[in-house]
């Protein structure tokens, strides 16, 4: 490569790094876990319970179902050895359900680097007779097996920063690495210096907070393994992640694992009860130099409660090592967008991300200190009155490198525009008026819901066109004065909530009408005798945001 086409490349990486990725491996070179297991306890540091941290790791069993032996050379483990970089590096995760929300509750975990392989019997899904490699222990056989125990990945020697590992292509750096130069900084040159002496009981290993499973949580615990393997195929990766539950319980001077369930294979995103997961790239169908890793969405839509629904997204950076700088969703421009949230894996608030509402888009936005890195999630949610449609969630990278600016994920969104909030209402109490249901054609069961005085009554008029006409101080008609009809008179329950039900027939086609709520108020705004709800524009049969 000339120095004049490096220059021109220079966005998307440095000539170094072009040369570096051209290490895509046949299709025979597979690496794939066969069991996780064993989540072990190492201690705890920091304040008293439930204030402080533990230290935790898991055993994994890997295994080849492939053609050819996969490399595993190994990063040293004496002082002064040489650091070599062909092996596989496990990255290791841990969630939580809270409250219908699936989060992140370890911190960016080290990642264990592999350093010798046993090469034993095979096991499911490498089933056949294990061939002994050419290298013996410096590479993991065809059908050969090896276990790392928790007692193995909790080991400081081989545990690394994950932000050292590209997990698109597999690559490390040996030179300048956390191994190399250790925790004083020592010679960059290849050569192990890192010396783990007086390590606390918790540093480098999987760490939690106590106070996200404080209580002795029982379940909605889960772990997962990602073994990352430096030139694998993409379409050799589906059986490089696994998740798994467990439990943690405090028995009042130490934290006890029991690992339960079974592994399976996919993103931790699995493990969210009722939630849709789709996933995208930024690139296409060339090499690994082509293109980056992939992004995992998350979604569960419920509701609408008092008419709107509520959305929760949780996305999987799986191996994408550009990370991401941007999480933004398609809603109708005419939508209302509320409550709107954002969690990331640290505690500092100061780095989160910042949320707009604008041009028909919700956008999350990262500080240049806080992209989506790979092996974490990121929780994003709102509520909305549109309801949930089809859209394309869309992910800026924050760093620049090869394939596309942005990846695209087909996802659930705010797409179907049921309902139209035209303004507020006025009175004491305040009247609401919302659907409970979508307009949809055959919808027997639709109603509109309006608030008012307890044990009182709310009259229901409509129109089929909308206007805005003062009708008191700060009272406003949305209803067309001149043209409006009366649905009905409707009594409120204790709770001041009343039921207008407008079942819609199966033939309904495609119409907007505008309704609003009059609740019955002593001294009411409206001649004295009535207070208003906002206005709403009811879509019967809606079709998109239209």
Known sequence: MTKSSCLVLAVAAACGDLIAQSNERGVGYDAA??????????????????????????????????????????????????????????????????????????????????????????VSPCLGGCVQPPAGGAQLGVKCSDIYSAGNNASRTYLGPPAEINPWLGTWPAVGSYFDVGETGGAADGLRSLNTSGFDAVKNRVTLREANVAGGVSSGLFFSIHVIVEGERVENRGNNIMSRPFTLAWNGTAWTTTTTGTASFGSILSRWSGATITEGSNGGTGTLADQDGRFAVAVKVTGPTNGMWRYEYCVHNIDNNRGGATFSLPVCPTGRVQNIGFRDIDTNTLNDWTSTVANGRITWTAPATNPHNWNSLYNFWFDSDVAPGTGTATIDQARV??????????????????????????????????????????????????????????????????????????????????????????????????????????????????????????????????????????????????
């Open 401 to 546: 490198g090869p394939g596309a600016l942005t990846v695209n994920v087909q996802t659930t969104a705010p797409t179907l525009q049921p309902a139209v909030y035209l303004g507020a209402g006025c009175g004491t109490p305040g009247g609401d008026l919302y659907i409970n249901s979508l307009p949809t054609a055959g919808n027997a069961s639709f109603a509109l819901r309006a608030t008012g005085e307890p044990n009182s009554f709310v009259l229901v008029v409509f129109s089929g066109t909308s206007g805005n006409t003062s009708v008191a101080p700060g009272c406003s008609a949305y209803v067309d004065l001149l043209s409006y009809g009366t649905v009905g008179l409707y009594a409120t329950d204790a709770a001041g909530l009343a039921t207008a039900p407008i079942p819609i027939n199966p033939a309904q086609a495609p119409a907007d009408l505008t309704f609003q709520g009059a609740p019955l108020l002593s001294g009411g705004p409206v001649v004295g005798l009535l207070g208003l709800t906002n206005g709403l524009t009811v879509r019967f049969a809606p079709v998109g945001c239209q």
């Open 33 to 122: 876990l066969a069991n996780i297991s064993s989540a072990t306890y190492y201690g705890r540091r920091g304040a008293p319970y439930p204030g402080g941290e533990i230290g935790i790791a898991f055993q994994n069993q890997l295994c080849n179902p492939g053609t050819v032996p996969v490399e595993w050379r190994s990063p040293g483990g004496s002082i002064g050895s040489t650091i070599l970089t062909d092996h596989p590096k496990f990255g290791f995760l841990v969630a939580r359900e809270v409250n219908g929300r699936l989060v992140q509750i370890s911190d960016w975990s080290y990642c264990k680097h592999a350093f010798l392989s046993l090469n034993s019997p095979s």
